[in-house]
């Protein structure tokens, strides 16, 4: 029996060592497959859960309906706002996401290609979660009721009954953004844009009345529909004229030959 154990025992080694090695392959395809809810550990102990499709509502809506006045008056978003670039968890990899044709978003950090941005996002939760500054960055999306984000994502669709418990929350939050973004006592073009933020975002939640959000408008996009016509336009006249002033020249030179030939062929009168 000794013996038989001792034969054994190599053997009996290595089935450990292959079962741990199963172990960790499963724990990190179940890692993988759970990618997209779970950003990443801190000290071991919890979970940061941040949802990046209402982060990017949030910041679409940001970019569409408050930076163009921002913009506008020249004013530098303060650090302390929430709106700020480095206060976005997502922001870097919303940097380095590139779309290079209707089927194929890349990778700026690996170049690696996929098809569809859903695929990207969840490569980013896989293989760069490291990348993700957790200490300093907060998750955009906590701000989406104050913007509106599902009025933004449902527009299309009939409006839901309010609440006035979620509409005065929502409205509590918009204002303390607007007073940590835009400070009245900072200066008149701070309390131009705290105005303006509390019309165009805070005093749409209301059960009360029908005033909607973003109200001062948004970003004019630059129509490419219209700016192709408009070349492709300007690229007829262009070849039109062309034909006019070839067409004139030829019937120019055709008179001129048909002169020619009348005067050589023109018969002197007898004396």
Known sequence: MKKMWVWHH??????????????????????????????????????????????????KIIQEYLMPFVEKEKYHIPKRCRFHPDNDIYRDQEQHKFHIDINEWQC???????????????????????????????????????????????????????????????????????????????GPVASRLHELFLHQFCEAHSCIGSRQPFSRGRRKKTNVFYIFVSILLVILLLLYYLYVYLYQRGMKKETQVLKRISQTGRKKKPS
């Open 108 to 186: 700026g950090y690996c170049k690696k290609s996929f098809y569809e941005e859903k695929h990207l996002d969840q490569h980013f939760d896989n293989r760069h979660s490291n990348l993700l500054n957790l200490n300093e960055s907060q998750c955009l999306a906590d701000v989406c009721g104050a913007l509106h984000c599902d009025h933004e994502v449902n527009s299309g669709s009939k409006k839901s009954k309010c609440n006035p418990a979620a509409a005065a929350r929502n409205k509590h939050l918009c204002e303390s953004l607007a007073d940590s973004c835009f400070p009245i006592n900072e």
């Open 10 to 59: 190599p053997l009996f080694l290595l089935y450990i060592l292959c079962g741990l090695c199963f172990s960790l392959q499963f724990t990190r395809v179940y890692a993988d497959s759970s990618a997209g809810r779970i950003l990443n550990q801190v000290d071991g102990d919890h979970q940061i859960h941040c949802s990046r499709e209402r982060s990017r509502t949030a910041w």
